[in-house]
Structures are given as C-alpha cells and as structure tokens.
C-alpha cells in the first residue's frame, strides 16, 4: 500500500489542532516566569530586527573624538576605544548573535530530531549504527566539538552557525530517540502497521508528533545555550570578523578598558546575561507545562 507524505506544516496542524499542542500553551501562558521570558526575549528581538531603525550612528561609525566616553545624552551606552557608538553597536550586534543563534538551533533541532526518530524507530544494525553516532557525538564537550568544525572549515559566520548546530544535535537526537522508543510499539503504530503504513507513513504521521512538543522546549533552553556557545567563540576570534558589530566580539575589544571604560564590556554582558536569562524562564516555563502536576 503506497501511502503519501503530507507536508510538514500540515503535520504541525493536524497537532496542533488534536489537542496537545493548544492545551501546552493555555498552562504555559499560567506560568510567571513565561510572562517575564517572554518580556526579555521579545525585548532583544525587537532591539535587533528595529536596528536599523533604533541606532543613532551607524555601528562602525569611528569618533575619535568619543573614544571611551561614558554614558551620556549622545551615547546612551558610551562609547569605545574607537568612539563607536555602544547603543548601536549593541543593538546590530544582537541580529548577528541572535541570528546565528537562532540558525545553530534551527539545524540542530532538525537534523537531531531526524537522527532521534531514525535511531528510535530502526531495529537490528541500523539502529545501532545510529546509536553510535549519538554516541560518538556525546563524546565530546559542545564547546570542544564546536572549536573541531570550525577548525576543519576555517573562521567565519557559515562555519559558527555550523559549527553551534553540530554541537547541538546530540541532545535532541538523545531526547527523540528515548520518546520514539517508548512510543514506537503503541497501539497507534501497530495498527498503522497492520493497515500496510509505510516506515516513512509511520514516522512522518504517528512519531514525529508525539516528539514535537519536547523537541519545543529543549529548543527554547538551547537558544540561551547558543547565544553562550557563539558569544564564547565569538570572544575568540572564531566568528563575526571587526568592524562588524556581535556581543561576544564586543566583550573582547572592551576587556582591556575594564578598569577605565568598564561600560565597554558590561553593556555586552548585561545584554547576554538579560537574553540568556530570558530564554531560560521561556524553557523552565515550558517544561512546567509539559509536567503534569507542575504549573
């Protein structure tokens, strides 16, 4: 029995109109930390997609006339060594960090669901093939396994989104596999088995929604985590190239004025610090709703 594949927003509707996905959002919006995850968050997002609308000088603009002013009327968060305007800087830094973020999550989310619903629902030694490489990839520290992509393809923006996906697909590729093991012997498998559904059939429509919700919330904790990865690798050198604007490069060209122009440094780091924050309260928040009895 041939059997089509529907398409994958189709997949997310049917879900989401089943039940499970409406109901996690009715106990998420109950959640506290939700409401001020959501306020951090969407305030970081609006900061970087209004850029270029927000800043007052555009972010490579040198002032030498400014160098390491404090915060004032005309620079709101100072400026740098080279009388940059931090404000701007920070606010064109955060489509670079979040972006990227926002990206390495995207992918990893993917392809490590794909891995997860593979290793999960394969028996014999296709299973353990993929086990492996889940395996392989756990190995290593995210940060050390990140530093190998990027050394393998050289420094850049391409190679960090890379480089954070990478790093991340373990995880989700973990969590997947477990809830497709559970669910992969379910009365609703079987008798799509029995009905002659196809592998494909199987994972696309009876697996891969049982996993959406989960997936969601590991994603939400995983963008804090991101933006710390590429903030990290950007302090090294190892992503957005001077004089483009990215908080991670913004912490290291002010670490040499902490004493004398510590706003250099603290103004990225705060921004880090608030987004980060902000995505955790969204994460803790969604696994309260995805808990029975919490929330």
């Known amino acids: 029995m041939n059997v089509g594949f529907p398409s994958s927003t189709r997949v997310i509707h049917q879900s989401f109109q089943s039940g499970p996905l409406r109901h996690l959002l009715r106990r998420l919006i109950r959640q506290p930390g939700a409401w001020l995850g959501a306020l951090l968050v969407g305030s970081a997002l609006l900061g970087a997609l209004a850029a270029p609308w927000l800043a007052t000088f555009p972010p490579a603009q040198i002032d030498l006339g400014a160098q390491l002013q404090p915060p004032s009327l005309a620079h709101l968060a100072g400026a ?166 990215e908080w991670g490069l913004m912490l290291f060209e002010g670490r040499e004025y902490l004493g004398s122009a510590p706003w250099a440094s603290a103004i990225p780091g705060l921004a880090i610090s608030l987004t980060v924050l902000g995505v955790t309260l969204l994460g803790d928040a969604l696994s309260a709703a995805l808990t029975p009895g919490r929330g």
């Open 80 to 245: 740098d060594f080279y009388g940059r305007d931090l404000a701007s800087r920070l606010l064109f830094g955060g489509r670079v960090t979040l972006g990227i973020a926002g990206a390495a999550v995207g992918l990893a989310m993917t392809a490590g669901t794909l891995i997860g619903l593979l290793a999960g629902f394969s028996r014999g030694w296709a299973g353990q093939a993929w086990v492996a490489l889940i395996d392989l990839l756990l190995a290593f520290p995210t940060l050390l396994l990140a530093l190998l992509v990027i050394a393998s393809m050289g420094a850049g923006l391409r190679s960090l989104v890379l480089a954070v996906a990478v790093a991340g697909i373990p995880n989700y590729a973990r969590l997947v596999r477990g809830v497709t093991l559970a669910n992969r012997s379910a009365p609703y498998v079987e008798a799509a088995r029995a009905v002659g559904a196809s592998s494909g059939r199987i994972l696309w429509r009876h697996l891969l929604p049982g996993v959406i919700a989960p997936v969601l919330a590991l994603a939400t904790l995983d963008v804090g985590w991101a933006i710390l990865h590429v903030s990290a690798l950007g302090f090294l050198g190892l992503g957005a190239a001077p004089p483009q604007a």
